[in-house]
């Protein structure tokens, strides 16, 4: 039996009290230009649905006459991976204070999407659209993912500067400051700009806050860069020098009181014999501190959908009973495949959205259904519950093993996936992909949604109002899906439950070997029930 794929994933499966944290970091690309006379001001306003309603959540700084601005703010957002969280990306070119927003601003274009989308992608560019959804010109913004919540280290920062180059001739250098971290692929992701101190050779910065993870990716021997520029109000900002340490070294810096660094300019040190630095840069204070107040929704505690409660099973295991113990009697040797998707796994905690709940990736199956929950239950403290829905990995994996039985040419193994999911599915369109391809195989998907979420989207899978297409408009050859929300028949009982559920498997099961003109086996040569696989 192809399994149940449940969410023994990440800790966020449950209710709103209980979410991960999650740090949105935003660029812009060839932004229209609304100033006659210089570029545009941009800065970007972020919006949250809610009960219809779009309210502002936050605002980024200005970045002055920019049409490719990347901009320092940090917005830091509560994931609640079982809900759909519509967001709003609006960009204005700013005419009032810095931060604040006028009748005047002119609108440079919005994008709509959920932060389950960001998440899922965790680096999204999408193009940028005025009123009436024209596009702006070839305006794109980009919005950049990061969980921060199994790290909730902080650290706070003071910089300052002496003697920096003179760029202006007839007042004094405007200095700000950047950081930036170097990512594995060397790109250098902007963590922090400071504010700019007006004609100061001798700047003190304000100190800064920033989590560690967005620092250096909880990796301290990270490479980090400081570059220090001239500020200009055009927008050509003149370089003044930069530097490279890690978090490692500032904290060993600091603590032996020399945290300075020479500030060096690359092209006069070439140029210049006796060049030794455009200034120095000092690290005036350097705290770390650890923030207790984010949750992440154990499975210990009683909001999670996963709570495991010895006097009481929790919707998952009611489902995943009640639908396989109806199943098992058709699977010849009891064997099932049980795979979770969407939690951080041991050893390293990475996310990952096809693995095996008993942690045997050369042999996933668990035996009877008895097994299946047994591991559950010992897989939910080995794990980090996290997201997003991403069900297209384990739909296509199990169609590969569906694959496998077509290409026997016999009428022997059928493949029933059962997925449990507490979320509104992420990755839709690779979902509908991954099951238009699985309506040619031997193989049926049942989805039962878990707690109180939105589903409404989730019947746009569950063929029976019309034909289900893949993106690119092919149709599924068969209905393979069927949808159920749990709480509509959490009070019934386990037989009603599991007849809902498996109501329209023997149809499919007809559908597909009539289609192929494959006749039963005879029941002499009756060997291998209804197949592999399972996954809560």
């Given at each position: 039996m192809s399994g149940v794929s449940e969410r023994v994933v990440a800790p966020g499966v449950?209710?709103?009290p209980c979410a991960s944290k999650v740090e949105l970091r935003l660029s812009c690309r060839h932004l229209l230009d609304r100033d006659p006379l210089t570029k545009s001001d941009p800065s970007v306003v972020l919006l949250q649905q809610a009960q219809g309603q779009w309210l502002q959540v936050d605002r980024t700084e200005v970045v002055k006459s920019s049409l490719h601005p990347v901009f320092s703010k940090v917005f830091t957002v509560d994931y609640y991976f079982e809900e759909v969280q519509k967001l709003r990306f609006e960009v204005y070119d700013t005419h009032g204070p810095s931060g604040l927003s006028c009748q005047d601003d002119d609108f440079l274009g919005g994008m709509e999407c959920t932060l389950g989308q960001i998440v899922a992608q965790k680096k999204m560019t999408r193009p940028l659209l005025l009123r009436f959804g024209r596009n702006a010109g070839k305006s794109t913004i980009t919005v950049t993912a990061e969980d921060i919540s199994g790290n909730n280290g902080y650290v706070e920062l003071s910089f300052q500067a002496r003697k920096l180059d003179d760029k202006d001739l007839f007042s004094k250098s405007d200095p700000f400051l950047e950081l930036y971290r170097v990512n594995d692929d060397r790109s250098e992701q902007l963590v922090y700009r400071t504010e700019v101190v007006?004609?100061?050779l001798n700047p003190v910065w304000e100190p800064f806050?920033?989590?560690l993870n967005s620092l250096c990716s909880c990796e301290e021997t990270r490479p980090l860069k400081c570059l220090v520029w001239d500020y200009d109000s055009r927008g050509k900002h003149d370089f003044i020098g930069e530097f490279t340490t890690t978090f490692t070294e500032m904290q060993k810096a600091f603590e032996e009181e020399q945290a300075q660094?020479?500030?060096v300019n690359a092209k006069y040190k070439q140029k210049?014999?006796?060049?030794?630095?455009?200034?120095?840069v000092v690290l005036a204070d350097l705290k770390v501190a650890i923030d207790f107040t984010a949750s992440n929704g154990d499975p210990r505690n009683s909001c999670s959908l996963h709570h495991i409660n010895p006097y009481q099973p929790n919707e998952y295991l009611r489902a995943l009973v009640a639908v396989g113990e109806v199943c098992q009697d058709y699977d010849s040797d009891k064997r099932?495949?049980?795979l979770g998707f969407g939690a951080r796994i041991p050893p390293k905690y990475e996310v990952s959205h096809d693995f095996a709940i008993n942690f045997n990736p050369e042999d996933d199956e668990c035996e009877?259904?008895?097994?299946?929950v047994e591991a559950y239950q010992n897989c939910l403290p080995k794990v980090q519950l996290y997201g997003p829905t991403n069900v297209a990995p384990i739909i296509s994996k199990v169609a590969r093993m569906?694959?496998?039985?077509?290409?026997?040419?016999?009428?022997?193994?059928?493949?029933i996936l059962l997925i449990l999911t507490d979320g509104v599915v992420t990755d839709m369109s690779d979902t509908r992909e991954a099951i238009v391809r699985a309506s040619h195989l031997p193989m049926s998907v049942i989805i039962v949604g878990v707690g109180n979420a939105d589903f409404t989207d989730m019947q746009i899978l569950d063929g029976d109002d019309g034909v289900l297409r893949s993106p690119r408009g092919e149709p599924a050859l068969r209905d393979i899906v069927q949808f159920v929300p749990f709480r509509e028949l959490k009070n019934a009982s386990p037989a009603a439950l599991a007849k809902c559920v498996l109501a329209e498997v023997p149809k499919q099961v007809v559908e597909y070997y009539s289609h192929k003109e494959l006749p039963p086996r005879s029941l002499g040569a009756q060997t291998g029930g209804a197949g592999p696989s399972s996954a809560p």
């Open positions: 449950v209710p709103a007006k004609n100061n806050k920033l989590s660094w020479d500030c210049k014999r006796n060049y030794k630095n455009s200034g120095v099932f495949s049980a009877g259904i008895q097994g299946v569906a694959a496998a039985e077509e290409r026997t040419g016999e009428a022997s193994q059928y493949y």
